[in-house]
């Protein structure tokens, strides 16, 4: 089914107004004043801004409890004590995977994004259960947002024996991404954690999203293993640091030429921009030419209380969190949640230009700028050319 539209008057990412011609799908043509059509559906953007659909590039769709009603967060302070925490109350709330990623991805939808990374746990209690259900999800929600699953070892690799085997299936089936974290921190082991997630990735052919919480000289440590290996088997390109922590070290010069190794290994980095961490700093990435994307993480899981899945919220905070005040540099926020993101997904066609797909997002606001710290609700959003939400909400409803 093709979904042909006019869309009247909007201004593409700030620019003057035009009409925007769409056909089989995709962006046909974007001129002013394009003529009506007889059968053609139209639809008035009231001179507001047009974005691309955004991109929720690091999140946990498998362990959201929105939906559940609120529940007490009870985490305990370190990440083993939040990670031990989740798996035993995954079991005794019922989180189910299918159902709340099915919640999240509905509400990350009608705040307009069309594309989301998540990863998913995999361990020795749950097997391959997270992955089957965020892929039924995805197959429910095909033609209304992207889902790319990352086979993820939250409770640990090398500690965890099993968990490799398990995450090869996921990787067979399913998943399209290898993940892995911590491989000092949470393994003790960075050498076997890194050697056993490039070879996953070599065999697979797939590509690689890594956790990287560890912070200062030994996240430094584990990085320069990341881009060993990356160098090693020609994975430029396909590498993802996930947070980065230890780029946010107070040794900038250190924390400078760990970027430009990054830069130069094509290793693409993702940032929550954290307020209680020290975080990567955009503008040097930025200005090293690596490819920075935003997610939102984990939303109201047993995490923490955080998170509502709205991209443009990311974008500001993106903005608060590296001091951005010029509205090119908060326009560059948002370019990392929409165009960063499709980078690192590996999107095609993504854009406002002819022949883009046309996965868009229309916001009111007087400038992008203006959308990104006021965060209207989206008032349309299409998935190629589909109508998928409206003020806000996707139309499709939630379980
Ligand atoms: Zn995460």
Known sequence: MTHDLLLRNVRPFGAAATDMLIRDGRIARIAPDLPAEPELAEEPGGGAILLPGLVEAHTHLDKSLWGMGWREHQAGPSLRDKIDTERRLRKEWNIDPERQSMRQALLSLGHGSTA??????????????????????????????????????????????GTLELLDKALS??????????????????????????ALADRHGKPIDIHLHEPGELGAFSMEMILERTRALGMQGKVTISHAFCLGMPDRDRARALVADLAEARIHVATVATPSRPVPLAEDLRAAGVTLCAGSDGIRDTWGPYGNGDMLERAMLLGLRNNLRADSDVEHALWCCSWGGAHVMGLEDYGLEKGC???????????????????????????????????????????
Do not use: N, W, Y
Request: aromatic share 2%; net charge negative.
């Open 116 to 161: 989301i990374r998540s990863h998913v746990d995999v361990d020795t209690e749950t097997g391959l259960a997270g992955i089957e259900g965020v892929a039924r999800t995805r197959e429910a929600l095909q033609g209304l947002v992207d889902i790319e699953i990352v086979a993820f070892p939250q409770s640990g690799l090398m500690s965890r024996p």
């Open 173 to 198: 089936g399913a998943a399209d991404v290898v993940g892995g974290l911590d491989p000092c921190g949470i393994d003790a082991d960075p050498k076997g954690q890194l050697d056993a997630v490039f």
């Open 357 to 399: 797909r046309a996965d868009l997002v229309l916001v009111e606001a007087e400038s992008v700028t203006h959308a990104v710290v006021s965060r209207p609700p989206r008032r349309l959003v299409l998935k190629g050319g589909k109508i998928v939400a409206r003020e806000g909400r996707s139309l499709r409803e939630a379980p």
